[in-house]
């Protein structure tokens, strides 16, 4: 500690019933050397435990008791068994110590009981030195002692003093030694006594002077300790009946009422747990008394250190049992009005507060967007729907949203406050249950901006926009400073003496050492000239500074700074306060010439037209994601039905997952669920490829090209790799969407899955672009009918997975489907989350209707693919009873080169009968390349043959792009 003063602490000791400890010890302050006698006085016949904290002993005695001696694990221990009601030891011991070993209380020896924590009595005697050296020299020594009775003699060079404490305590206080003057400051029951030095004078008077203002505001608690001592010391540190404050560090009358207040709590109350005590500290401290709480959280959650994180564990917990009656309660608790068993019990404190160390956990990580922000002012009313209550029609005007929420390090369900930029203030709460929340708000119509958590009640993570970038910021979080030649160490040295007395973790750097600085989780101060990537002019005249935000670490701020001379300089930090929460101020002779306000947004701000973007570099290959795939048991894959790139992508990724998982199940929305034996056939190898299709009535209800699909469904045959057919009949989805549910037979409306129509906004929306894009209306359908069909496909298609998985739990499952089915995990995704509480994954491929940072876990651009397609003949058919009529044949198509015409029937292809457009799909499905195209017709009265042998199985690419269902 500074000023060569000393300090002696003893550390925690126990006893049965009340026993009396006499010491009588001198000091040697030159040769650090202790040297006394310790006797014991015990009123009980129990087993106790001498700890001789390291002493040498040279003599011991013991009246009606058996004692040995034996090596503890870190020091010597004594063995002590009273044989009668009465009584003791008598231990002269010397030793050598450290500052260490005084300040942890290790220099005296002290009795703790076996098993059984009890107080004793003690009284102390001491001599030592009246001057600093054994020459006489030096500052006077004075000593302090919290105790009921102190006495002091001065004779012959030495200072004697006794101090006695008729007070049981579990604790023996420190003795205070050193060089100090002592001013007190009264506040109720509590004597603080300022432990003052010639170097420390000024800022301990000003605490003390701040401090004066507080006392009646602390003055309802009662104290254990009459007397607590105050001073500077090596580190922060709270010792009984001592506050040892940090040298290179500024405090405010606030933060001493919390280091009190933790004192308390620690040595005169005795809880458990730390977190609890530091917490409450400053819960009932800075918490209580600062000017604006608001402010004082945010700048707990920039530091995120132990404080923060004790703070916000009694914070949010005394909001979720009732503040009010919490604090009535805290307070109650400090002044004895009610004991601490009984405040421990009310809340079940030992459940919610672990004992022992503080140990941190991370913050919640809260991501938010506007999915959909829409003006409404229209009469609601919704289709009945079979199993669901009717509703009510609803007139509503103003601004609808949904807002999507994902929380990071989520832990358990909270509360989030959710304020509106509106002349109506609107301030409002939900509950998040789960990590990821979809939610629905109505706004005034003059709301335009939302903010998340206004008032700082949540313990997690500061957006960047939140972040005030000011010197105050820059000195809360690690901090190197960066000159660029030492030469300038002079003219920037006041700047760094202010810097160090505000953050003990400043670090300088020259020029030559700067690499890599900005991948440092630590704040950066660029002196007298900015990094080359930086293109800041800074001023040639007087002080400048300026604060941008770190561009790798939000929460972390770079600076840069010049001055013209030291005078400019040390003028400009003389009136820091002026503007100490300034972004960027230029100061020139002592005045400011500009100056511009860091102004942070006061919760997470989300406006509806927010631009979203991605980091290139950041982008990561199929191979770099699949390891981040293993954890989650449902993976689905969003594809462009016709794009080949996208199925190549999946049986890429389903084969690297069969590696590692061959337990493996591959759902299909292009096999409808009523197919579920034929698929299995087809898996099994009992039926031929071709076989498969038929009975799957594959052309009449998927329609797109087999060949897109093919290998896929010929590698999960080859490899016995389950498949499951997830979709709702074609014939069934049909009706709904012509004639809506109520047009249902009992027996349809059973194959119906557990359906819940009051989906996300967002998703209806969407699907209102879908519907309007491909002019459903012209069939005679509504989009009410047309959302209802395609939610039922999503419940059905989450069902049959989740019954799957529910009798196979050990299997992990890939899903092909439709990317419109799961974008921003709306649809099938959403239909899967309320089902399972298992890791669900979502992966697009290829480009997006709109980017938003939900619209999937990952987006994929797989390369182009080429593959041969199925001919296509180019004819509009109709289907009669001779075969297959031609209404249309397209110029420059396949069929105009055979020599097709309109009114010609197609009877066979290649000797095979032709009576439905499927069968001609099937046909040239599997029609090889070099294999000659007959095709029988009828033309007008007559049959003939016609012959074409061409390369007709061109290789081709992705078509134009189809629609996403």
């Given at each position: 500690m500074?000023?060569?003063?000393?300090i002696l602490?003893?550390a925690?000791v126990?006893?049965?019933?009340p026993?009396q400890?006499f010491?009588?010890v001198s000091?040697?302050?030159?040769k650090?050397?202790?040297?006394?006698?310790?006797t014991?006085?015990f009123?009980?016949k129990?087993?106790?435990l001498?700890?001789?904290?390291k002493?040498?002993?040279?003599?011991?005695?013991a009246k009606?008791?058996?004692?040995q001696?034996?090596?503890?694990?870190?020091?010597y221990?004594?063995?002590?068994?009273?044989?009668s009601?009465e009584s003791?030891?008598?231990?002269s011991?010397?030793?050598?110590?450290?500052?260490?070993?005084?300040l942890?209380?290790?220099?005296?020896?002290?009795?703790?009981?076996?098993?059984i924590?009890n107080?004793?009595?003690?009284?102390l005697?001491?001599s030592l030195?009246?001057r600093?050296?054994?020459?006489?020299?030096g500052?006077?020594?004075?000593a302090?002692?919290?105790a009921?009775?102190?006495q002091?003699?001065?004779?012959d060079?030495?200072l004697?003093?006794?101090y006695i404490?008729?007070?049981p305590?579990?604790?023996?206080?420190?003795?205070?030694i050193g060089p100090?003057?002592r001013e007190?400051?009264t506040?109720?029951?509590l004597?603080?006594?300022?432990?003052?030095t010639?170097r420390h004078?000024?800022?301990l008077?000003?605490?003390k002077?701040?401090?004066s203002k507080?006392?009646?505001?602390?003055?309802?608690?009662?104290?254990?300790?009459?007397?607590?001592y105050?001073?500077?010391?090596?580190?922060?540190?709270?010792l009984p009946?001592?506050?040892?404050l940090?040298?290179?560090?500024?405090?405010?009358p606030q933060e001493i009422?919390?280091?009190?207040l933790?004192?308390?709590l620690?040595?005169?109350?005795?809880?458990?747990?730390?977190?609890?005590?530091?917490?409450?500290?400053i819960?009932?401290?800075?918490?209580?008394?600062?000017?604006n709480?608001i402010e004082f959280r945010?700048?707990?959650?920039?530091?995120q250190d132990?404080?923060a994180y004790s703070?916000y564990?009694?914070?949010?917990?005394?909001?979720?049992v009732?503040?009010s009656g919490?604090?009535?309660?805290?307070m109650e608790?400090?002044?004895?009005?009610?004991?601490a068993?009984?405040f421990?019990?009310?809340?079940r404190?030992?459940?919610?507060?672990p004992?022992?160390?503080?140990k941190?956990l991370?913050p919640?990580e809260?991501?938010?967007?506007i999915?959909?922000?829409?003006?409404?002012?229209h009469l609601?009313?919704t289709?009945p729907?079979?199993?669901?209550?009717e509703t009510?029609?609803?007139?509503?005007?103003?601004?609808?949203?949904e807002?999507y929420?994902?929380t990071?390090n989520?832990?358990s369900?909270?509360?989030?406050?959710?304020?509106a930029?509106?002349?109506q203030?609107v301030?409002?709460?939900?509950k998040v249950?789960?990590?990821?929340?979809?939610?629905?708000l109505?706004?005034p119509r003059?709301?335009?901006?939302?903010?998340l958590?206004?008032n700082?009640?949540?313990?997690?993570?500061?957006s960047?926009?939140e972040?005030?970038r000011?010197?105050?910021?820059?000195?809360?979080?690690?901090?190197?400073v960066?000159?660029?030649?030492?030469g300038?160490?002079?003219?920037?040295?006041p700047l760094?003496n202010?810097?160090?007395?505000?953050?003990?973790?400043?670090?300088l750097?020259y020029?030559?050492?700067k690499l890599?600085?900005f991948?440092?989780k630590?704040?950066?101060?660029?002196?007298?000239?900015?990094?080359?990537?930086?293109?800041?002019?800074?001023?040639?005249?007087?002080?400048y500074?300026?604060f941008l935000?770190?561009?790798n670490?939000?929460?972390h701020?770079?600076?840069?700074?010049k001055t013209?001379?030291?005078?400019?300089?040390?003028?400009?930090?003389e009136?820091?306060s002026?503007?100490?929460?300034?972004?960027?101020?230029?100061?020139?002779k002592?005045k400011?010439?500009?100056?511009?306000?860091?102004?942070?947004a006061?919760?997470i701000?989300?406006?509806?037209?927010t631009?979203?973007?991605?980091?290139?570099q950041?982008l990561?290959?199929?191979?770099?994601a699949?390891?981040?795939?293993f954890?989650?048991?449902i993976i689905l894959?969003?594809?462009?039905h016709?794009d080949?790139a996208?199925?190549?992508f999946?049986?890429?990724l389903i084969?690297r997952?069969?590696q590692?998982?061959?337990?493996?199940?591959?759902?299909?929305?292009?096999?409808?669920?009523?197919?579920?034996?034929?698929?299995?056939?087809?898996?099994?190898g009992?039926i031929?490829?071709?076989?498969?299709l038929?009975?799957i009535?594959y052309f009449?209800?998927?329609?797109?090209?087999w060949?897109l699909?093919r290998?896929?469904?010929?590698w999960?045959?080859e490899?016995?790799?389950?498949?499951?057919?997830?979709?709702?009949?074609?014939?069934?989805v049909?009706?709904?969407?012509?004639?809506?549910l109520?047009?249902?037979?009992?027996?349809?409306?059973k194959e119906?899955?557990?359906t819940?129509?009051?989906?996300?906004?967002?998703y209806?929306r969407?699907?209102?672009?879908?519907?309007?894009?491909?002019?459903?209306?012209?069939?005679?359908?509504?989009?009410?009918?047309?959302y209802?069909?395609?939610?039922?496909?999503?419940?059905?298609?989450a069902e049959?997975l989740?019954?799957?998985?529910?009798?196979?739990p050990?299997?992990?499952?890939?899903?092909?489907?439709?990317?419109?089915?799961i974008?921003n995990?709306?649809?099938?995704?959403?239909a899967l989350?309320?089902r399972v509480?298992?890791?669900?994954?979502?992966i697009?491929?290829g480009e997006v209707?709109?980017?938003?940072?939900?619209?999937?876990?990952?987006?994929?651009?797989?390369?182009?693919?080429k593959i041969?397609r199925?001919?296509?003949?180019?004819v509009?058919?109709e289907?009669?009873?001779?075969?297959l009529?031609i209404?249309?044949?397209?110029?420059?198509s396949?069929?105009?080169?055979?020599?097709?015409k309109?009114?010609?029937?197609?009877l066979?292809i290649?000797?095979?009968r032709?009576?439905?457009v499927?069968?001609?799909?099937?046909?040239?499905?599997?029609?090889?390349?070099d294999?000659?195209?007959v095709?029988?017709?009828k033309?007008?009265?007559?049959e003939?043959?016609?012959?074409?042998?061409?390369?007709i199985n061109k290789?081709n690419g992705?078509?134009?792009?189809?629609?996403?269902f």
């Open positions: 500074g000023d060569s003063s000393l602490g003893v925690k126990y006893a049965a019933q026993p400890i010491y009588e000091l040697d302050l030159d650090r050397v202790i040297v006394g006698k310790a014991f006085k009123f009980e129990k087993l106790y001498i700890n001789l904290s002493a040498r002993i040279t003599g011991i005695s009606n008791a058996l004692h001696m034996e090596e503890g694990a870190k020091e221990l004594l063995t002590f068994f009273p044989s009601a003791s030891l008598e231990l011991f010397e030793r050598t110590f450290t500052l260490r070993a005084l942890e209380g290790e220099y005296l020896p002290t009795p703790f009981p076996y098993l924590n107080p004793f009595t003690f009284e005697k001491i030195p009246l600093q050296d054994y020459k006489g020299r500052a006077l020594v004075k302090f002692f919290p009921d009775f102190y002091e003699a001065v004779e060079g030495l004697f003093l006794k404490n008729k007070s305590v579990s604790i023996l206080p420190p003795l205070i100090y003057e007190t400051l506040a109720g029951s004597n603080l006594n300022f432990l003052i010639e004078r000024r800022s008077i000003s605490l002077n701040g401090l507080l006392v009646d505001k602390v003055a309802y608690i009662s104290f254990s300790f009459p007397n607590i105050l001073t500077y010391g090596l580190e922060e540190q709270i009946g001592l506050i040892l940090t040298v290179n560090r500024e405090y405010s009422v919390t280091l009190v933790e004192h308390e620690s040595y005169g109350r005795q809880l458990s747990s730390q977190t609890l005590i530091k917490g409450l500290a819960y009932l401290g800075e918490h209580e008394l600062t000017p709480p945010r700048r707990l959650l920039l530091s132990e404080r703070f564990r009694v914070f949010e917990f005394a909001q979720r009732g503040e919490f604090k009535a309660s805290a608790f400090l002044s004895q009005k009610v004991s068993r009984d421990v019990k009310k809340y404190l030992e459940e919610n507060f004992q022992g160390e503080i941190v991370p919640k809260i991501k938010a967007q999915i959909i922000y829409k003006n409404f002012s609601s009313q289709e729907q079979p199993g669901h209550p009510t029609p609803s007139r509503t005007s103003g601004h609808q949203m807002l929420l994902i990071n989520f832990s369900p909270y509360e989030l406050e959710v304020k930029s509106s002349s203030g301030l409002s709460r939900i249950l789960s990590k990821e929340e979809r939610l629905t109505d706004l003059d709301a335009t901006t939302i903010y958590d206004p700082y009640k949540l313990y997690r993570m500061l960047l926009e972040v005030p000011n010197m105050e910021t820059l000195i809360l979080k690690p901090l190197t960066i000159l660029p030649d030492r300038l160490l002079p003219l920037y040295q760094l202010f810097l160090r007395d505000r953050n003990p973790k400043v670090k750097l020029g030559e050492d890599d600085l991948s440092t630590e704040s950066l101060l660029f002196l007298h000239q900015a990094p080359p990537n930086y293109f800041i002019d800074l001023p040639q005249k007087g002080f500074i300026r935000p770190h561009p670490f939000p929460l701020t770079i600076a840069f700074a013209e001379t030291v005078s400019e300089l040390t003028k400009a930090l009136f820091y002026n503007w100490k929460t300034a972004e960027e101020v230029h100061i020139t002592g400011i010439g500009s100056l511009k306000k860091s102004v942070p006061t919760g701000t989300l406006k509806s037209n631009a979203y973007g991605l980091k290139p950041y990561m290959s199929i191979d770099e699949i390891p981040h795939l954890s989650s048991q894959i969003g594809e462009e016709e080949p996208h199925h190549k999946q049986l890429d084969k997952l069969y590692q998982f061959p337990k493996l199940v591959i759902g299909v929305e292009m096999v409808q669920r009523p197919f579920q034996r034929e698929l299995d056939d087809f898996i099994n009992k031929s490829e071709e076989s498969f038929k009975s009535e009449e209800r998927w329609g797109y090209d060949r699909y290998d896929v469904f010929l999960a045959r490899n016995k790799v389950k498949m499951l057919a997830l979709d709702l009949p074609k014939e069934l049909s009706k709904v969407h012509k004639f809506g109520q047009s249902l037979t009992e027996k349809e409306t119906l899955p557990e819940d129509f009051q989906l996300s906004l967002g209806k969407y699907l209102e672009t879908v519907y309007s894009q491909h002019k459903f209306s012209e069939n005679n359908s509504t989009f009410d009918r047309f209802q069909a395609q939610v039922l496909r999503d419940e059905a298609m049959t989740v019954e799957f998985l529910s009798k196979n050990d299997y992990k499952a890939i899903v092909l489907v439709g990317k419109g089915h974008l995990r709306w649809g099938l995704f959403f989350k309320k509480k298992q890791p669900i994954l979502s697009i491929l209707p709109f980017f938003s940072p939900e619209i999937g876990d990952y987006v994929f651009q797989p390369p182009e693919v041969k199925t001919p296509q003949l180019g509009v058919l289907e009669v009873k001779e075969g009529l209404k249309e044949v397209k110029p420059g396949l069929a105009e080169k055979i020599g097709l309109r009114e010609d029937v197609i066979e290649n000797n095979k032709v009576q439905k499927s069968d001609l799909k099937l046909i040239l499905t599997f029609l090889e390349d294999e000659i195209l095709i029988r017709i033309r007008g009265n007559r003939e043959s016609l012959r074409y042998k061409a390369f290789i992705a078509q134009a792009r189809a629609p996403l």
